[in-house]
């Protein structure tokens, strides 16, 4: 059980950590509840499929930025319209936060901003996705060690 | 031993001699004297200018009583140091004369200036002697003024001040005579209204335009006039000559005169005459200080004069004041005492006139309920009939005389608004059918289903407005429409004092009934609403009712904090009965029942909505999974779509909710809308719309509404504000989120 335990605080160390840095907020929080029996793999799911599409969106972003004739910046506004939607859905905080600074550069059509914020973007989703994975994987060393899932507050 | 000058000792005219030795001797003397008399008195008064003058009128003194007296030496043989002494006095002698006399061109003028300017000084204080006499004089004028001034001002009685006027007058000025000569009412004669040797003078007139009274009144000086004037002749002709008459005006100067903030302009045309008459033997005349007394009190009188009528005039204003007052109390307790008589009466009439009524309706229906031959049976139901009109008019007047004393309440309940009027069209169908009239009803969509409110009395309005629609058409269709009144709408320019206040647990119904009948005029309009007031046209005389319907259904409406109102193009163009009231929304009950939610058995974690089929569509595949888990967390039957296509082929009148998250509500949120709304025309099949989206404010809110959508949340949603919504939106039928 010592094992458990020691996952178990880990896991909470994590989950605090996430919330505490702004990777996640209250969103988050929410899938986490919606949870239950009858979907017991709703978040892993859900984060799956959130992976999935940004990053496609993401490649379709860098793509259309490197054009060196004439940037496309409708398109990129979608793209990263897409994503914000996605990221406040699942409660990426900060991806969401970049995401929206990332739309004003798009409206004033400046690339260079665009580039840099791509940039943020993507570091933010790393990020994110790196901690979600630890995350995860942590449920799953707990589950097979025979615990259970601590419930955050 | 003989020397040969001749030195007679002694001359032989000796006493020729002797004479001209004392003579010379006493001229020394006397001019020795001199110059020592002036020195000292020189000394004594120190102001004398001319000392350098008077040495040399000494030296000059001196030396001629030196020369005379060494003379006396020259009778007698004498040395040559005598003739040498002599000699040199001589000659000293002359040249200070001479010197003298040089002098004396210069100082004798000055002299006699000093003399002049002696005579000059003398006529000045002369002078000053006299003005200090004329300051004197006027000072005492003055006091006399100060004095008649203050016996004047002391009363507010005009006919005192005058009297004092003139009784001051009199004796300050020694007068034989004195008058004052008032305008009459008509400002074309002078009357004679005061003098002051005679108690109660003559109504005696002069008429005003007389050329020695337009000088007096021309200027505010006193002039003066001759006795044979008109308003001089105030005494019986005397043996003496009578004494110098002074006229002066009077103004007079009325309330208008004096404005608030500006002193009165004395264009001021009324004046009144002053006359002053000398004694008559005296050969006293009027000076000028005695004048200007005159005019300074007559300015005086003036200002008292115009005191005492603005007490006149304040004091007639506040008696009046009173006596309206009383008046007023009077009829204030007259009116009261026949409004507590019309209570009592009606008090009393309510109880006594409903007694039997009730009874004759009873027992003529219980008559009904037995073998009638047809006749009878005919017979009955006229008695029934009647009776119930009857009925009806007792307790319309009785709830009308209540409703306006305000004693009466509304009963508030909560009640369902489709029931109401599917209730009035059922009672009032069969009278239109009748009449061949086509009733058709139109309720909003977003009318709430249940409210709260006095469900009687709103029923009994309907039921009235509908009914004069139906009695007043011969032909044609009635239409009745309902909805929720828009704040902007609710504000209504023929209206101006209906003020209505939205608020959140309040709604405003507006209903409105058209009909194609009568028409009312434009002028009767007004009148409508008044009690007993009736349409005066043929076509209604036969369609009985008492005229009391509207002037209820008002009274009702007021107390509902509405508005009503009757619009018509004119006679024979039908008519538009409004009205507006205010009704409440009720609580959120949870057990009520919410009838499109079939039974289902209780699931642990699906107790909110079980079964509930609803449509999702989100073109974001991560936001349309956490959506869908959400609603089916709730225990939602769920479908999703992921474009606007695929939910319009994909929904059906099993939806009972369709969400919709849209980015930015644009063409396609518009587009849907619209379908959804053409493909269920039936209210009560189509599915509820609602938007989710992001951020919002109040433009979108209200394109939203707009557009036709039932309701908007903003993300992110939690599960317990989707539980909370779909509970608001299922109840209401409508949820707009505040922002």
Known sequence: MDIVNQLQRQFIDHSTSLHREGIVDDQFTELQKLQDENSPDFVVEVVSLFFEDSEKLLNNMARALEQAQGVDFKQVDASVHQLKGSSSSIGAMRVKNACIAFRSFCEAQNREGCLRCLQKVTHEYSLLKNKLQSLFRLEQQILAAGGSIPVAK | ?739
């Open chain 2, 1 to 739: 031993m003989e020397c040969n000058c001749i030195e007679p000792q002694w001359p032989p005219d000796d006493l020729l001699m002797k004479y001209q030795y004392i003579s010379d001797f006493f001229i020394a003397l006397a001019y020795f004297s001199i110059p020592l008399e002036l020195i000292y008195f020189v000394k004594k008064s120190s102001v004398f200018p001319y000392r350098w003058v008077l040495v040399q009128f000494g030296a000059f003194i001196v030396l001629c009583g030196a020369t005379h007296l060494i003379n006396l030496w020259t009778f007698t043989p004498h040395t040559r140091t005598v003739a040498s002494v002599m000699t040199i006095a001589k000659v000293l002698t002359a040249l200070v004369s001479c010197v003298t006399a040089l002098m004396l061109v210069h100082i004798i003028p000055d002299l006699l200036s000093v003399k002049t300017r002696e005579l000059f000084l003398k006529n000045k204080a002369a002078e000053l002697d006299r003005e200090m006499g004329l300051i004197r004089t006027q000072e005492e004028t003055g006091r006399h003024v100060r004095m008649l001034t203050h016996e004047i001002r002391s009363t507010l009685d005009r006919h005192t001040i005058l009297r004092t006027t003139l009784i001051e007058l009199g004796r300050t000025l020694s007068l034989e005579e004195c008058a004052l000569w008032m305008p009459t009412r008509t400002g074309l004669e002078l009357q004679l209204s005061y003098t002051l040797r005679q108690q109660n003078p003559v109504g005696y007139t002069v008429p005003i335009h007389h050329p020695v009274i337009n000088q007096v009144f021309s200027t505010n000086h006193a002039v003066k006039i001759s006795p044979n004037c008109p308003v001089a002749r105030l005494r019986p002709a005397g043996k003496y000559l009578p004494g110098e008459v002074v006229a002066v005006r009077v103004p007079l100067l009325h309330l208008s005169n004096f404005h608030i903030n500006d002193w009165p302009e004395l264009s001021t045309k009324r004046y009144a005459l002053m006359v002053l008459m000398l004694p008559s033997d005296s050969a006293r005349q009027w000076h000028v200080h005695e004048l200007e007394l005159v005019e300074a009190v007559t300015d005086q009188v003036a200002v008292a004069l115009s005191h005492a009528a603005i007490l006149e005039e304040s004091m007639r204003a506040r008696n009046l004041l009173m006596e309206q007052n009383v008046a007023l109390d009077l009829a204030r307790r007259e009116a009261e005492t026949a409004i507590r008589a019309r209570n009592d009466f009606l008090a009393v009439m309510n109880h006594e006139m409903r007694t039997p009524m009730h009874a004759i309706i009873t027992l003529s229906s219980l008559l009904q309920e037995t073998e009638l031959t047809p006749e009878q049976r005919l017979m009955v139901e006229t008695i029934l009939k009647s009776s119930n009109l009857l009925a009806t008019l007792i307790n319309d007047v009785l709830d009308l005389s209540r409703l306006e004393d305000g004693s009466l309440q509304l009963d508030l309940g909560t009640f369902n608004i489709y029931t109401v009027f599917r209730e009035v069209l059922k009672l009032i169908k069969p009278i239109a059918s009748v009449k061949k009239l086509h009733v058709s009803l139109s309720l909003a969509p977003d009318l709430p289903e249940y409210a709260v409110g006095d469900e009687k009395r709103l029923m009994q309005t309907i039921l009235n407005v509908v009914g004069n629609a139906v009695k007043f058409s011969k032909e044609g269709s009635i239409t009745i429409t309902a909805f929720v009144a828009k704040p902007e709408t609710l504000r209504d320019s023929r209206a101006p004092e209906f003020l209505p206040v939205p608020s959140d647990n309040h709604f405003y119904l507006r209903v409105q009934v058209k009909d194609s009948g009568c028409g009312v005029s434009p002028q009767d309009i007004p009148n409508l609403f008044t009690k007993f007031a009736q349409n005066q046209s043929t076509a209604t005389r036969n369609s009985g009712g008492s005229g009391l319907g509207l002037a209820i259904s008002k009274r009702f409406v007021n107390l509902m904090e509405g508005h009503i109102w009757i619009e018509s193009e004119g006679l024979g163009k039908g008519c538009t009965a409004i009205f507006i009231v205010k009704l409440g929304i009720p609580e959120r009950v949870n057990e009520y029942k919410l009838p499109y939610m079939p039974k289902m058995p209780t699931n642990h974690g699906h107790t909110a909505f079980p079964g509930l089929k609803v449509l999702v569509m989100d073109e974001n595949g991560v936001s349309r999974t956490v959506t869908k888990e959400l609603l089916m967390h709730l225990g939602c039957d769920v479908t999703t779509v992921g474009s606007s296509d695929e939910c319009l082929q994909l929904v059906s009148h099993e939806h009972k909710v369709v969400f919709m998250d849209i980015n930015v509500p644009g063409t396609d949120s518009h587009r849907i809308t619209s379908r959804i709304h053409e493909k269920f025309a039936k209210r009560n099949e189509r599915p509820l719309i609602v938007t989710l989206i992001g951020n919002t404010d109040k433009l979108t809110k209200e394109n939203c509404m707009r557009i036709g959508m039932d309701g908007l949340i903003v993300k992110p949603v939690s599960l317990d504000k989707m539980k909370s919504v779909l509970s608001d939106l299922l109840e209401h039928r409508v949820l707009f989120e505040g922002i």
